[in-house]
């Protein structure tokens, strides 16, 4: 009779602990899956700044590589699209700015890429903006025993 008695209280207290498992994988997963999604929407966050960080780097470079302010800022917005478009940003159109007041050997040029970076497949769960802006410069200096034109390309 004991034994029944010590039976059955012991099923009563297991019985209190049964679909607590079930509540907290519930309640954990949800917080588990926002985290991944934060942490890989910051990862392609990063990866799209440095992407256009070296966007700008080669704009720059392709802008000093130029005879003259005017050829230097399309050599630099054809670099920064190619650049960007071969790292596979997704950035239709892209604000290069070109500093060329010091263009003259010896001088630098100064590229200024704006990008609008797109997470849409992320945005998608509503939790995260669909679009953001990323703003990099780079310098470039202009090789001083080069022949610089004022105006040409």
């Known amino acids: 009779m004991a034994d029944a008695a010590a039976s059955r209280r012991y099923r009563r207290c297991g019985e209190a602990d ?6 907290e994988t519930v309640i954990v997963t949800p917080i588990l ?26 704009a720059a470079r392709a802008a000093s ?9 399309a ?5 920064a699209a190619r650049s960007l478009a071969s790292a596979g940003v997704s950035c239709p159109q892209p604000k290069v700015v ?22 849409g497949d992320l945005a998608s769960v509503g939790l ?3 679009r953001t802006s990323i703003t990099k410069s780079s310098t470039s ?13």
């Open 98 to 119: 070109v500093d060329t007041a010091v263009f003259r050997p010896g001088g630098v040029v100064k590229v200024t890429v704006t990008c609008r970076a797109d997470l």
């Open 33 to 58: 899956v926002l985290v991944l999604l934060v942490a890989v929407a910051a990862g392609r966050l990063e990866s799209a700044r440095l992407d256009v960080d070296t966007a700008a780097g080669a």
């Open 128 to 130: 995260l903006p669909l």
């Open 18 to 23: 049964s679909g607590f498992a079930t509540l």
């Open 65 to 73: 590589l130029t005879r003259g302010p005017a050829g230097a800022a």
């Open 141 to 153: 200096p202009i090789d001083q025993y080069r022949q610089a034109t004022a105006g040409g390309s």
């Open 75 to 79: 050599a630099a917005k054809a670099e």
